[in-house]
């Protein structure tokens, strides 16, 4: 039997500023690109996670949870979020992050140490791994008579991808307001809650929109895999009036690099313009990737179906703290 659609908490400031930068109109080879700011949602809960929170949060207080247990790489923006929300509403954090704990807490990490989170570094390297170690520490927290709420790795799951079906109801109020004919978001892939969220909101709300995603790890064969469970489960959860098929995914790939959070000179060079021209970060391990693929994707003639494009900003600063060095150079000794 379908579920009702929950109501979120919502700690974001809402709605987002969507803008245009004349002074990227070149690195867009002419064409009309707009900027959705999730990255303003708020300070410390700066970003896209927020959204996807707000359902998840709300559904952990339902069912009368104390400790939200989360997990990601060391620098994950969406632990840092989780923990703030946590302190927010009186509950506590437990994050599970996978990698090499560093001598000094930067970035993220420094975040979440300063919030009171409880961060337990593992060595997982995949993420069934990641998961058992959350199941772990859930039952461990349970036996302690606590009352875990596990949210999966970047909140997504069929319900924090609620979120961005909300988002795109407020796009649409926007444009309209706006009076500006969008006809295409660009996002990052990576759990893939954002992309599926985007997707299903369009649907539901009406909004002629593609959807074109560029992942920042995954395969695309992967993320399309991932964003098409998503919103099955999605579909079926709360009997939503929509089908979604493998027609509707559109992954560009080609932008991962290294690999996850490895970035590549040219992908830095774009970071240090865009800031220096409009004062807009892009972070170095999702939005930076989605945006040197859209602006590649333009330069090369790609995506001339669209006339006017949206490109969601989905936040990150803080992690960009931890890599100063890769993204301020020494200058030299004059």
């Known amino acids: 039997m379908a579920q009702e659609l929950p109501k979120p908490i919502c700690l974001a400031n809402l709605p987002t500023r969507i803008v245009h930068y004349d002074a ?9 690109v707009w900027i959705k700011r999730d990255d303003e949602t708020g300070c410390l809960l700066t970003g896209n996670k927020v959204r996807k929170l707000g359902y998840l949060v709300a559904d952990a207080i339902a069912q009368g949870c104390d400790t939200l247990i989360t997990a990601g790489a060391i620098q994950s923006n969406h632990a840092r979020a989780t923990a703030v929300f946590a302190r927010e509403l009186g509950l506590d954090a437990v994050l599970v992050l996978r990698g090499t704990e560093p001598p ?41 008579g606590k009352r875990p709420y596990v949210i999966p790795v970047g909140g997504s799951n069929e319900v924090g991808v609620l979120g961005y079906v909300d988002a795109v109801g407020e796009i649409a109020r926007q444009v309209g307001e706006m009076q500006l004919a969008i006809d295409c978001i660009v996002t990052a892939v990576g759990s893939g809650g954002t992309y599926a969220g985007l997707l299903l909101g369009t649907k539901l709300h009406g909004v002629a929109m593609q959807v074109v995603g560029v992942n920042i790890s995954r395969t695309a064969e992967r993320c399309s895999a991932v964003v098409l469970t998503l919103c099955r489960r999605t579909i079926r959860r709360y009997g939503l009036d929509v089908r979604v098929g493998e027609q509707d995914i559109r992954i560009i790939d080609g932008y991962v690099g290294g690999g996850y959070a490895e970035s590549w000179p040219e992908q830095l060079d774009l970071i240090r313009l865009v800031a220096e021209r409009t004062g807009m970060i892009l972070d170095p391990v999702y939005t930076s990737k989605a945006f040197f693929g859209l602006v590649d994707q333009l330069k090369q003639g790609r995506l001339a179906e669209h006339e006017r494009l949206l490109f969601i900003h989905t936040g990150g600063i803080f992690g960009a703290m931890a890599r100063r060095e890769e993204l301020l150079p020494p200058q030299p000794t004059p």
């Open 24 to 32: 990227l109109d070149d690195v867009f080879s002419g064409r009309e």
């Open 104 to 144: 000094q807490p930067d970035g993220n990490l420094f975040l979440d140490a300063l919030v009171g989170a409880d961060v337990r570094i593992v060595e997982a390297d995949t993420d069934g791994a990641i998961e058992a170690a959350m199941r772990d520490v859930a039952d461990q927290l349970a036996a302690e």
